[in-house]
């Protein structure tokens, strides 16, 4: 099947449309096309170009785009964009008035201007039934409120990471990964929360980038307290360095003797004993019996 990639957002995700019979020509990248979505008419721009696809694994139907946006869809699409400054600023309003604990992030217009979506956080469930009675009564159009955590907010609202750098989700991540500590540890990274967690508070999107490589590095390496076989003689691993595959050994030639450190390849040591792991399998000695 024929398919094309739009998406709605700056760096929003991809969805998959069926061009019908939409000349291939006019379908260029960042075209602006109108589609019917599950939530209404949209306007968005052409991502990925005309290409077949096997579209059965996809969870969602695969829609037509329904024409080429017009110059009146463009200018239509511009003063939604307005509305919805305009929507943020009464509904700030009316979240006082019903002293409700919410935080609006953002807020969408359908292209249709059938329904308005409210973004919101909040620490726990909040009861907004009035507050949607309210709405809809200013607006007279369908109202959705909701709720999404904190690396959503930090993607719509954008900002600087630690790096310097505009956050990846708001520069061009367009979907979230898992991320799990055991990425912090296996890159040999302080676990310290406020040097490896992003301005969302959740652990940096970028700690996945490397997992794959650094996993593969680390095959094989020895880690801090086993003994090893060296050159040398025996010794225990005091530190290793996984990009430059080397390893720390400290080494007794002798019974008694202070012992001596010296850095080896990883090719040139061979593991006679792993240290025992802790209670919580992170290796780390601490919790041995």
Do not use: W
């Amino acid at each position: 099947m024929q398919i094309v990639g739009v998406r709605f957002k700056d760096v929003g995700r991809i969805y998959y449309f069926d061009p019908g019979v939409i000349d291939e020509a006019l379908l260029k990248q960042n075209t602006p096309v109108v589609v019917e979505t599950g939530r209404g008419i949209e306007y968005g721009l052409i991502a990925l170009e005309k290409r077949d696809a096997d579209v059965r694994g996809l969870s969602q139907p695969i829609r037509k785009v329904l024409r080429m946006a017009t110059e009146q869809d463009t200018e239509q699409e511009a003063a939604n964009r307005k509305k919805e400054s305009e929507a943020r600023g009464i509904c700030l309003e009316k979240i006082r008035e019903h002293g409700l604990e919410m935080h609006l992030v953002d807020v969408e217009l359908t292209f249709d201007l059938s329904k308005i979506i409210f973004f919101f956080t909040a620490d726990g469930r909040v009861d907004f039934r009035e507050l949607v009675k309210d709405l809809a009564a200013t607006f007279r159009m369908r109202i959705e409120l909701r709720q999404i955590g904190v690396r959503d907010e930090a993607k719509m609202l954008s900002g600087i990471g630690i790096c310097g750098r505009v956050l990846c989700c708001a520069s061009f991540l367009d979907e979230f990964q898992p991320v799990s500590i055991k990425s912090a540890k296996d890159q040999g990274l302080s676990l310290n929360p406020t040097k490896i967690s992003g301005i969302c508070g959740k652990l940096m999107c970028c700690l996945k980038y490397e997992e794959e490589t650094y996993a593969f590095l680390t095959e094989g390496m020895p880690s801090v307290g086993d003994k090893v076989h060296t050159s040398d003689g025996e010794g225990d691993v005091l530190s290793i360095n996984i990009l430059r595959q080397t390893v720390k050994v400290a080494i007794r030639v002798k019974s008694g003797d202070d012992p001596s450190t010296e850095i080896y390849p990883v090719a040139d040591i061979k593991i006679l004993e792993k240290r025992p792991q802790c209670e919580r399998g992170c290796n780390c000695g601490s919790c041995r019996r």
